[in-house]
Structures are given as C-alpha cells and as structure tokens.
C-alpha cells in the first residue's frame, strides 16, 4: 500500500469516526431535547384538564357524568392540538372517551390519586406518542385520566435529519477521500523525487541529486541526502583514482622489474651457453651488475615507501642547517667531479625533526636535481629558513627544467619526466614519492616551480613543530 493511500485512508477514518460520532449525537441530542418539550406540553395539558375539573367540583359541590362530559368536550374544542386522546374513567366504566387510543395501557393498573406517570409509546400501529396517566380525588371519588399526544411529526423530523446527516456524511467522505488523496500526492511528490534520484544513484550515475527546495523537514532530508550523495560520489571517485594508482603502480613496478631481469637473464644465459673472450665477459658481468644494483635500489626504496606509508614517526629537537651542511659536505666532492657547484646556504635553528628521514629526503631531492643537469654542469642551491612551526627547505638546480604538463605527476611511483634518461642514469622512479611520504609525516608540504631549460625549484615545507 503506498503511502499516499495510507495517508488518505488514515483521514478518511478519522474522518468518519469524528464527524460520525459528532453528527449522531447531535441529531439524538436535538430529538431528546425536543421529545422533553413535547413532553412539557403534554403535561401542561394534563395539570390544565386536573385543574379544570377540581375548579368545577369546587364551584359545583360534586362533578356529574353530564357535568364531566361537557366540560371535557369542551376543553377538547379549545385546546384541538393538545391532546389527540382523552379518556376519564372510574375503576368500573369510562366517563368520557375522546379520539382512538393509539396505546395498549392496561387500565388494570393506575397511579395514586394525586400522581401521574409519562412515557413514550410507538404503537404497532406506526403512531408515536407521548402517553399521561393519572388520578385525582373529586367529591369522595377517584377518576382516572389518560391524555395521548400524538409526536409522529417530531419522529419524522428526526428521521429526515438522520437521511440528511447520511447523505452530508457520504458526501463529507467522498470530498475528504478526494482532498486527502490531493494533499498527500501534494506531501510525497518530494518523496518521489528522493526515491527516483536514490534509484538513479544505485543504477550508477553518482551524478543525480534530488531537485527538493522546501524548507520543511521533507526538504532537510533531501539537502542531507544531497550532501550524502555528494560525499559518496567523492569517495567513490577517490576509490577508482586509489585503483587506477593501484593499477598504475602494479603495471610500472612489473614493467621496472621485468627490463632488469630480462637483462641479467639474457647476459647470464649467454655466458652459460658461449664460451665468451675476456673483454667481453666483463662487459657481461658489468650489465648483470649495473641491472642488479637497479634491482637493489628498486627493492629498497619500495621497502622503503612500504614502512613509511601510513605510519606515525617520534620527532626530535634537530638542526635542519646541520643535517643540509652534514650532507652537503658530502656530496660537493662527487658533484664537482661533475662540474656541479653546490651552494648552501642555512638558517641557524631548531625544530621537531627525525633527522634520517629528512637526510633521505634531502639525498633524493638533490640527486634528482643532479640528474636534471645537462653535462656542462650548473648550480645546485640548498637553502634552509626557519619557521615558527618548523622549517622551509628550498633545493634549486640551473637543469632542463620540468614541462608543466608533469609537474602534477612528479610524486606518483614510477613517474619519469624523461624515461630513457632516467634509465640512463639508474633511476626508478621511487624518489619523489618517497619524498612526498616522509613531507607527509612532518605534516608538510612539498611544491615545484619549474621553467624549461632554466631549471626547477623544489620547495619543501616541513611542519613538526619548534623545538
């Protein structure tokens, strides 16, 4: 059953309960309250027949049959509407009858002199009627009265106002059933919306959303589901970009993997098989080293990545211009045999730092600025500034420089600006990623400003915290 059914069914019951209820007691009241003054009447008539006939035992000593008669008759011609029945009698015979009794009363049984008893009769005969019986004391003797009034016209009355509560009934259920359909199509019309978007979403376009701009609760519901449907299309789409990366990532290391051993295994089978000359087992044994060192580093790095991903590391009060100096202290030897200037210039202070992890960053930063050199040589610059929340790590190099179209690339696994150079070189593509992990831990940031064929600007900031 849907709900727009349920909804009008719901009024409609409630409808006919209250308004049924209501209207039946209302017709029952206004029938009692008018039974009642009918009633009255009929009693009025009656102490007006008693106070007549006392009057006249009073004035004339003692009432005779014919003095009973008369004075009854008329009573009857002056009062036509009181009364559709009247009867006088003793315990033995009746003294004076007037129009058909429309009621069974036993005249066996009558009330005390003085008394009279009222009630409500419905004759077989169809005629309702209000019924007196009473008696009264004249001259030493007890007579008894019976006075009927006729009240089939307030029966027929109530009668008319129950078929017409009937019918104003049917037709209050049927405009109620109408309205209450109307408005509930009105209230779900949302609610259709929200249920058609929800089923668009589950058939897999993330796009939809319910186009709801009430302000009532309805329309709270449908912002909320809005947002949810939001959120979830984020997160899917999250999802297949973590895929892809994830397929990416599998192909590139396969693919990295598979040049190497292709190489070892071919120089290796070929010594096996050939009896080799000795300039040419050592060129050989160089391959089957330099492929296997390119292994190594491989292995190390993805280990490397593997234990940093994730992870939460204990940060230390360390110089950031000690551990630059240390390094480029280091380095400045080998680069200058490859016509690099290295330059350094450091900000002295401390901050939270885990000294190897930023070692290791600054290591591939400044090889990979290093490989970006053309043979000429250039200038390497690292610049180290101190920063309330940690520190700034500038590495600048004088290279070819990175196309724009990569820059968004540089820190995924296995991404090379120029493949066949980085090969060269003995690259894996691991290093910025590397980097971007240990950044990630310091809960820093890490940009790149690059020009082609002037050179690249990696800017590092590392956020632990002062020392």
């Not at 003054?37 to 007549?52: D, S």
Request: net charge negative; proline share 3%; charged share 20%.
């Amino acid at each position: 059953m849907t709900f727009r059914l349920k909804i009008t069914l719901c009024m409609v019951g409630l409808l006919s309960v209250l308004f049924g209820i209501g209207g039946s007691l209302l017709v029952a009241l206004s029938f009692q309250s008018s039974l009642e003054q009918e009633q009255e009447a009929a009693y009025g008539a009656y102490q007006m027949v008693i106070g007549t006939l006392t009057v006249v035992d009073d004035v004339n000593g003692s009432l005779s049959d014919d003095d009973i008669a008369r004075t009854l008759k008329q009573l009857t011609e002056q009062n036509r509407n009181g009364w559709t029945f009247l009867r006088l009698a003793t315990a033995e015979n009746t003294l004076y009858e007037h129009g058909a009794s429309p009621h069974s009363r036993h005249f066996g049984t009558y009330p005390e002199a003085g008394t009279c008893t009222i009630r409500y009769e419905t004759p077989a005969s169809g005629e309702h009627a209000v019924v007196l019986s009473g008696a009264l004391e004249t001259s030493g003797e007890t007579l008894y009265l019976d006075m009927t009034r006729d009240v089939s016209a307030l029966i027929e009355a109530r009668d008319a106002q129950q078929q017409t509560f009937q019918q104003v009934f049917l037709l209050m259920v049927v405009l109620c059933a109408l309205l209450s359909y109307t408005v509930a199509r009105v209230l779900t019309v949302p609610l259709v919306d929200l249920s058609r978007t929800s089923r668009s979403i589950a058939a897999g376009r993330l796009s939809s959303r319910a186009n709801i701009a009430s302000r009532d609760e309805i329309g709270r519901v449908a912002r909320d589901f809005n947002e949810m449907a939001d959120a979830l299309e984020s997160t899917i789409a999250e999802l297949e970009d973590a895929a892809e990366r994830q397929n990416l990532f599998t192909g590139s290391f396969a693919h990295e993997v598979k040049t190497p051993m292709t190489s070892i295994i071919g120089y290796a089978d070929l010594i096996q098989k050939q009896a080799l000359e000795p300039d040419e087992l050592t060129e050989a044994a160089r391959y089957i080293f330099t492929e296997g060192k390119r292994l190594e580093s491989l292995s190390g790095k993805l280990l490397d990545l593997l234990v940093l991903h994730g992870q939460s590391i204990a940060l230390a009060p360390a110089s950031p211009a000690s551990i630059v100096e240390e390094l480029t202290g280091r380095l400045a030897p080998i680069y200058a045999e490859q016509g690099i200037a290295l330059v350094c210039e450091c900000e002295e202070g401390t901050c939270l730092l885990e000294a190897d992890l930023v070692a290791s960053l600054l290591v591939n930063l400044c090889d990979n600025a290093r490989k970006a050199m053309d043979e000429a040589g250039g200038t390497l610059s690292v610049r180290v500034v101190m920063a309330p929340d940690g520190c700034r790590i500038a590495i600048g190099d004088t290279g070819r420089g990175i196309p724009p179209e990569a820059l968004a690339h540089l820190t995924e696994a296995f991404y090379r600006v120029d493949k066949s150079r980085s090969r060269s070189q003995g690259g894996v593509g691991l290093g910025l990623a590397l980097c971007r992990e240990i950044v990630a831990l310091h809960n820093g940031s890490m940009r790149f400003a690059s020009s082609v064929g002037k050179g690249t600007i990696v800017t590092v900031w590392l956020k632990g915290g002062a020392a």
